[in-house]
C-alpha cells in the first residue's frame, strides 16, 4: 500500500510533465467531442445506450445527445418509476438513481 502511495503522489505530476492525460479526462474528452460530432452530424443508423445510468457527466451528456438523434434511444438500467416525489427529491449524487434523475430533468 505503500508503494501505490508513493505511486498516486509521484505519477500525476511526472504524467503533466510528459503532457499525458489522465484515463478520466482522455474519456471525457472523447465523449463530448463523440456528442458534438453527432450534434453536428447525426448518425443515419440506429444509435442505442443501454444500462449506463449516467452517474459520468460526459456519458450522461452523450445520453442526451443520442435521446435527441432521429434514431436514437436510451434504456435506463433499473429505474424506479414507482418513487414517490419526496424519495425522488432526496437522493443525493451518490446514489445511482440521482444520475439517472438527472439525466431525465435535463432531457
Do not use: C, Y
Amino acid at each position: 500500500l505503500e508503494f501505490l502511495a508513493i505511486l498516486d503522489q509521484i505519477w500525476p505530476p511526472r504524467r503533466d510533465e510528459l503532457g499525458l492525460s489522465a484515463p478520466s479526462a482522455r474519456r471525457s474528452l472523447v465523449l463530448h467531442a463523440l456528442a458534438d460530432r453527432w450534434l453536428k452530424h447525426p448518425p443515419e443508423t440506429p444509435v442505442l445506450v443501454l444500462g449506463s445510468t449516467g452517474s459520468i457527466p460526459a456519458v450522461r451528456r452523450l445520453m442526451g445527445v443520442v435521446s435527441r438523434l432521429p434514431q436514437g434511444a436510451v434504456v435506463l438500467p433499473g429505474l424506479d418509476w414507482d418513487a414517490d416525489d419526496h424519495a425522488w427529491d432526496s437522493l443525493d449524487d451518490g446514489h445511482p438513481q440521482w444520475a439517472m434523475r438527472d439525466f431525465l430533468t435535463e432531457n
